[in-house]
């Protein structure tokens, strides 16, 4: 099994590479360790849910090299993904979809693909810490 682990220390090293390559950026890139609510995401104008995808695969393809984990193709394959928010406020998983961070997996050769074939099963799971948020993604080989 292959655990992934996306938290604000993450998000930390990412800032200051992403920084490093925009010094004139002034706001973050990616805001929080778990995948933006597709009902933030579908309310955007076209060139700005665009921008915060692109913005999503970008993270998420760093995240993979600075894991060392580019490459490996995995072919078949379950995901657990389990969101530990910040807050005890409601929060519907269905909304939680990880697009982006597949997405990314994807571009980085992580995974060969995202689809049926490849990606067997996909399940949510959350939790509270508000303390670490974070995103814990288990991946196991089949």
């Not at 590479?17 to 076209?46: C, D, G, M, Q």
């Not at 995240?63 to 406020?89: E, H, S």
């Not at 697009?99 to 067997?120: A, C, P, Q, R």
């Amino acid at each position: 099994m292959i655990t992934l682990v996306l938290d604000n220390d993450t998000l930390e090293r990412y800032n200051e590479y992403y920084f490093s390559l925009h010094p004139k950026a002034k706001k973050v890139p990616i805001e929080r360790p778990y995948h933006p609510s597709i009902n933030v995401w579908f309310t955007k104008k076209r060139i700005e849910m665009n921008a915060l995808k692109q913005k999503w695969k970008d993270f998420v393809v760093w995240w993979v090299n600075d894991l060392g984990c580019q490459g490996k193709l995995l072919d078949r394959f379950t995901m657990t993904i389990t969101i530990y928010f910040p807050t005890k406020a409601r929060h519907d998983l269905d909304n939680q979809t990880p697009k982006f961070i597949l997405d990314g997996f994807t571009e980085s050769k992580f995974i060969k693909d995202d689809d049926e074939k490849h990606l067997v099963s996909l399940t949510f799971k959350s939790g509270y810490d508000k303390e670490n948020p974070r995103t814990v993604i288990e991946i196991e080989e089949i």
